[in-house]
């Protein structure tokens, strides 16, 4: 395997400033050969994204209004890039396409080719990947053709070596992140922040050897930095980690962007691009280093069913009979927690969705508990290290060191992976509790 995949996220390519800065990155080193560019990111904090003015776009297309607006400040940024690069680029012809691409949308969204704002979100890396090729000189591979999605909206496994044929020369390549199309030939996109997967896709597609994403952070840290600033980076982690990680991860990294490389073991390397020496974090199938615990994620916004049955033990499907009326309403779990008579259910509040009232009612129907509540504001945290399971004493310095803090545990939870002890605690200890695991561990061995 040889090459390097780079692909470089939206604040990476805010202005002609950080595309010269990419520039240089990829320069630098002549095995970074397949480039994934994410549309333009928010240049300051009151900027705006270029995907969410496309997404702007197309919802006033679909309701008959003029487009004007977002129209305009997409072919303002553009242009200004284009100037501020020196590349001769036509954005006007390409945004006149799309808008001639929309029409009829209002009249009948029905059999309107691009009812669904995929199309419209995607053009946003197309542009980009067309303006950085032309930058760059590299030949631009439009990844409609090449990368497929099944018809229920899966990546189809036959894009790997579609693209492949795309990348088989020995120039620099250019392809766009965050779409593909479906079997009718319509445009799909990945879920926000899918420019990461379409950089494994590439990766594995070209057959390159590692997969740097570069962003703007130095990788992933052993904490939340929000809570405690000086937490350490984390400098090797394995994809298992990261995903038992995921209520801290995926602001980095899309939590589906690991799976198309980790089976064929490319290891994805986190960097930030305005401090190219830093190694940032790499993600790996296996680590070298054994700190028992490599990281400490923690998330608010979860509420909890709690059920009581006497002799909950003995009834036969009484968990199945639960998690039925959660499959029928649509609403997907994170934790079950379980005593002898009791089980607790802990749901994401955007999961519940208002459905809260209406589970209880139905649960309390079909299975006839002797209890049953629902509890909000918690907040949950996952203690993770692939090193945990041979080590002794890691629950029980966690625990002393929350009782120390005086931070109520209400939740402990540990997967059969025993590389993860999830604790639940309420939302006001987390920042607290997050500082006191860390400090028990960061330097533990
Ligand atoms: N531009 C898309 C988004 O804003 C995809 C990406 O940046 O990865 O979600």
């Known amino acids: 395997m040889s090459g ?174 965050f779409y593909g199309s479906l079997p009718d030939g319509r445009i799909k996109t990945f879920s926000r922040g899918g420019s990461d997967v379409t950089g494994a896709v590439v990766a594995r597609a070209s057959g390159s050897s590692l997969y740097e994403n570069w962003t703007d952070v130095s990788g992933f840290r052993m904490t939340d930095p929000r809570v405690v600033s000086n937490a350490k980076r984390i400098e090797e982690i394995t994809y298992k980690e990261l995903r038992e990680l995921s209520y801290m991860g995926a602001s980095v990294l899309h939590d589906e962007a690991i799976y198309p490389v980790r089976d064929v073991n490319i290891p994805i390397q986190i960097r930030n691009t305005w401090e190219p020496n830093s190694p940032g974090t ?74 809260g009232d209406d589970l209880i009612e139905e649960i309390k129907a079909r299975c006839n508990p002797d209890q049953i509540d629902l509890e909000s504001g918690f907040a949950m945290i996952a203690t993770v290290g692939q090193g945990m399971n041979n080590h002794i004493g890691v629950a029980g310095r966690l625990c002393s060191a929350l009782a120390e803090a005086k931070v109520n545990l209400e939740v402990i939870d540990q997967g059969s992976s025993e590389m993860n002890i999830i604790l639940g605690v309420y939302e006001a200890d987390l920042p607290r509790a997050l500082e006191v695991i860390y400090n028990a561990f960061q330097d533990w061995k």
């Open 282 to 355: 790499l993600i790996v199938n296996e680590r070298v280093s054994d700190q028992p615990v490599c990281g400490i994620a923690g998330q608010g916004g979860f509420s909890m069913i709690n059920i009581e049955k006497a002799l909950m033990n003995k009834e036969k499907g009484f968990g199945f009979k639960v998690l039925q009326v959660l499959e029928e309403n649509g609403v997907s779990w994170e934790h079950m927690p379980t005593g002898i008579d009791t089980i607790s259910v802990v749901i994401k509040d955007e999961e519940l969705n208002g459905k």
């Open 4 to 177: 390097i995949t780079c692909k470089f996220g939206g604040t990476s390519l805010a202005d002609a400033a950080c595309v010269i800065q990419v520039e240089r990155i990829i320069k630098a080193n002549p095995d970074r050969r397949f480039i994934v560019p994410s549309a333009p990111g928010k240049r300051n904090p009151k900027d705006r994204k270029i995907t969410d003015l496309l997404y702007a776009w197309h919802g006033l297309a679909l309701q008959g209004l003029d487009p004007v607006e977002p129209k305009q400040i997409i072919a303002e940024r553009f242009n200004q890039l284009a100037d501020d690069l020196g590349v001769d680029f036509d954005t006007k012809a390409i945004l006149d396409n799309i808008d001639a691409q929309l029409q009829g949308l209002a009249d009948d969204p029905e059999k309107h080719m691009h009812a669904k704002p995929d199309f419209m979100a995607s053009r946003g890396e197309y542009i980009n990947g067309r303006l950085l090729a032309a930058y760059l000189d590299a030949t631009f591979v439009d990844p409609a053709d090449s990368i497929k999605f099944t018809k229920s909206g899966r990546l189809n496994p036959d894009s790997y070596e579609l693209l492949g044929t795309h990348l088989k020369g020995d120039g620099l390549y250019v392809v766009p992140g």
